[in-house]
């Protein structure tokens, strides 16, 4: 089932096989590798999820899983699939799925723009991120550049 030094372990309240049914509708590159009674596990990219159902227990910021996209459209499309079906928009590119689990839908050139040894380059474009709830990433290469929107 499991081969994975660390997996991580998502706990649903008596929805664990329709959670990782959600995920990997979602993320083209995944698939169901295991279905029983109260665990299903699954893969998403490469990496490997236990979903168990148990009891209620509500999922916080201080998990979420970070969702590097190549451009917009990939932007685009993921915050819309997480969201979809009760899911919620959160502040800086964060969206909560209709499980309750956080996401985090951001450029994969997000991390050179806000680490850029320009400090006001790196300033401008974190500016521009808090005002947004899906990034955008044309605003955010904008705000880099000093260039009004």
């Known amino acids: ?18 959670a990782a049914k959600f995920y990997v509708s979602v993320f083209k590159k995944s ?14 990219e490469g990496q ?12 916080n910021w201080g998990v ?3 969702v590097s996209c190549k451009d917009q459209k990939e932007i685009n499309y993921y915050w819309n699939k997480l969201k979809a079906g009760g899911g919620e928009e959160q502040p800086c590119g964060w969206v909560k799925d209709k499980f309750g689990l956080s996401w985090q839908i951001c450029p994969a050139i997000l991390p050179k723009l ?3 040894k320009n400090k ?8 521009a991120m808090m005002k947004m709830k899906k990034l955008d990433i044309t605003i955010l290469k904008k705000a880099h550049a000093g260039k009004p929107k």
Do not use: W
């Open 1 to 18: 089932m499991l081969y994975r030094k660390i997996t991580p372990c998502l706990l649903f309240d008596g929805r664990a096989h329709e």
């Open 31 to 44: 698939k169901i590798t295991f279905k029983g009674e109260h665990t299903t596990s699954f893969r998403i």
């Open 48 to 59: 490997d999820f236990v979903a168990l159902n148990g009891p209620r227990v509500d999922f």
């Open 64 to 66: 979420s899983f970070y």
């Open 114 to 116: 806000i680490s850029d």
């Open 120 to 127: 006001q380059k790196a300033k401008r474009t974190i500016q």
